[in-house]
Each structure stands twice: as C-alpha cells, then as structure tokens.
C-alpha cells in the first residue's frame, strides 16, 4: 500500500471554500496530473500528461507497448517522481495496486493466504471480506502455482483490495485470461468500484475492449494522444492516425447487463442462487460486441443469427440507456 503522497489537493483557497459544492468536487480528486513526465538516460519516457482521477471514476489508459501506461501510472501513486510537470495527491491517500507482472519464485510453496499478506499483516476479516468480494474464498489454501490465469487475477486483486484502498490501480488486469473470463474480471472491477466507491486507473493493452463504465479513455504514445469517452476516442483523428482506421473499426465497449455471472471455472451463477454448468434458456445475455465466426457462432459461444459482412466488432453505439443499438 502506497501513502506517501507528493503534495496535497487542497491549496489555502480550497479551504476556505471547504463546504461549497466547488470545494467537495476538488475533495472528490485522488490523483492529479499537470504536465508530468517522466526522464531517463537523456530522454523522455512520457511527457505532458495531464489528467485526474476522482472518487468513483474509472480511467482507462490505452496505447500501444511502450507508450509509457505503466509509467504513467507508476508517476501517478508515486513509486517514479516527476522529472517535470506537478502531481499532486489528496493527504493520506491509500492505493492498492495490481501489477502488470509479479515476480514470484514459483519452486516455492505459496498459498492463496500466504499471497494475501506478503506486504503486510491482515487481520482475519479484512482478509475473508477481501476474498469473499473476489470470488477466491474457496482458494486460500491453495498454491497459486496451480491457479487459473483468472483465478490469480482474483487473487492479486483480492490482495489489492483488502485494506480498503482509495484509489485501484489495475495494469492489464485480465491479461493471461480467457474471453469469459475477462468477461468475469470486468463485471468484478465494476462491482468494487460501485460497493466501494474507489477511483480506478485501469491500464489495457487491449485496444479493442473497453469497459463501459469507463469515465475517461486516455489514449497515450509517449504523451497524451487523445482523451474522452471511449466512443469520442474511437473516432478522434490522432487515435486513428496512431492505430489506423481498421482499428477504429474494431474498438468496442464492453457493457455487460444480466441476471447470472460467469464463474472463473467456467460455471454459471444465477440470480436465484443456484450454480449451473450452462446459461439458462432465459438468462438475460451478454450486451457486448461480439465477433461473429460466420456459422452463426460467436467468441463468446452463444448461437446467433449469421450476420452480414460488416466490420468484425460493431462500432460503439449506444442508446440513452446504455444499451447497444441494433
């Protein structure tokens, strides 16, 4: 857990205002960015980043390897110092942390429990809520060697969860996992974000799913090339001018609005309780782009109507109330 911050968000004329509705939206601020990058060996890495995260808002950074993502994510909680530019943090700020790769000698015997508290003590029940929010109760003694990509993706969140965190910062968070279960791992983010009203910066190398949810797509190649929702970065000339107009095509937003969740082994739990091995006939489905195999099958293996021969994921086109148009 990370706490130290840079400098606070509140200046003297913000405390002054304390108790206006400008004052508690600058209260609301986790993290903030102006003009930052970072500099090595006579370089730049990244450079003229500005952004915010605020309670309850999910940003996504997406770019291609090397745009500096983690780096600015690593710039934002203060494991890298700004070479320049100005970040500033709100006072006492708790973040949690899912890193893009984690070292781990895997000849050792290493449990789900024992992962928990690697960093730090847990007291029994922030460990038990933790896991029970993340599916992986069932899992504590077992070692993570033998873990599902998914299910270490759990685990590490778990972890990152446990001590309550202001702010989640997720690096490639369903990387190593299948389509469902990315699927599964979206569904999760979304839920801790609404039970516990933490800021999310979620990094994705993943160009073509974005979630939803999210409140800002920052699109970065060494610095920022374009920002908004994920349907405004999709069709912004520096997105397309960076990725080409067939990636464009196929970005989609992942939206997900049904009665049963996708167990990470695969299973289907429903809304009544039950766990079944397959969707029910009525189970309301998956709003999601879907690519179609052209046999009336899609990746996410339900049965469709074939249809006919348009871009390979359907264009973000969404109505009012979130849902896909048709």
Known sequence: MLDRPISTDVTAAG???????AADHQRDIL???????IRRQGRYLVRGVDFSIRRG??????????????????????????????VTRKAGLKVGYVPQKLAVDWTLPLTVERLMTLTGPLTRRELLDA?????????????VQRLSGGEFQRALLARAIARRPDLLVLDEPV?????????ALYDLIKTIRNRTGCGILLISHDLHIVMAETDTVICLNGH???????????????????FGARAAQTLAVYSHHHDHTHLPDGR???????????????????????????????????PHAPQPAQPVLRLNGYTPEGRPRV
């Open 224 to 242: 920022v090339c374009c920002r908004g929702t994920p349907e405004v970065v999709s069709r912004s000339p520096e997105y397309l001018k960076l």
């Open 268 to 302: 289907v739990l429903h809304a009544d309780g039950t766990v079944t091995a397959d969707c029910h006939p009525d189970d309301g489905h998956h709003d999601h782009a879907h690519r179609d195999a052209g046999n009336g099958t899609c990746s996410c293996g339900h």
């Open 15 to 21: 405390a002054q205002a304390a108790g206006t509705p």
């Open 57 to 86: 808002e999910i940003v996504t950074l997406i770019g291609p390897n090397g745009s500096g993502k983690s780096t600015t994510a690593k710039m934002a909680i203060g494991v890298y110092k700004a070479d320049e530019g100005r």
């Open 31 to 37: 993290v903030s960015l102006s003009q930052a990058g």
């Open 131 to 143: 896991v029970e929010a993340t599916g992986v109760a069932h899992l504590l003694k077992a070692e």
């Open 175 to 183: 990387q190593g996992v299948d389509f469902n279960g990315e699927i």
